[in-house]
């Protein structure tokens, strides 16, 4: 059971960025896959949730209406559209598999190694 993540990199503030995570063994049909993000010396961070079918979306306020997730289930894959972003959003971003709640960052059972992103401004 993994998940990759990769699509980080270096944009400018208001730039888009897309991160993929790719998902192999039983954990895509977990319930929810989310992705959290870490700055260093601070804790990590909710920043989105969907459940298995992807009909449900969950966002942190601070990326509301600027990021947008999805999934892929036939390719096992999920998706995180970034745009307009802004240098607070720098951080290692984490995909990660919940077989509990999509909030609740001790109910993810599977974690990505982190893509970092950076945004300048």
Not at 28 to 39: I, K
């Given at each position: 059971?993994?998940?990759?993540?990769?699509?980080?990199?270096?944009?400018?503030?208001g730039?888009?960025?897309?991160l993929?995570?790719?998902?192999?063994?039983r954990t895509?049909?977990?319930?929810?896959?989310g992705w959290?993000?870490q700055?260093?010396?601070?804790?990590?961070?909710?920043?989105?949730?969907?459940n298995?079918?992807?009909?449900?979306?969950?966002?942190?306020?601070?990326?509301?209406?600027?990021?947008?997730?999805?999934?892929?289930?036939?390719?096992?894959?999920?998706?995180?559209?970034?745009?307009?972003?802004?240098?607070?959003?720098?951080?290692?971003?984490?995909?990660?598999?919940?077989?509990?709640?999509?909030?609740?960052?001790?109910?993810?059972?599977?974690?990505g190694?982190?893509?970092?992103?950076?945004?300048?401004?």
């Amino acid at each position: 059971v993994q998940l990759q993540a990769s699509g980080g990199g270096l944009v400018q503030a208001g730039g888009s960025l897309r991160l993929s995570c790719a998902a192999s063994g039983r954990t895509f049909r977990s319930c929810f896959m989310g992705w959290f993000r870490q700055v260093p010396g601070k804790e990590r961070e909710f920043v989105a949730a969907t459940n298995w079918r992807g009909g449900n979306t969950y966002y942190a306020d601070s990326v509301k209406g600027r990021f947008t997730i999805s999934r892929d289930n036939a390719k096992n894959t999920m998706y995180l559209q970034m745009n307009s972003l802004k240098p607070e959003d720098t951080a290692v971003y984490y995909c990660a598999a919940s077989s509990g709640s999509w909030r609740d960052l001790k109910a993810y059972d599977y974690w990505g190694q982190g893509t970092l992103v950076t945004v300048s401004s």
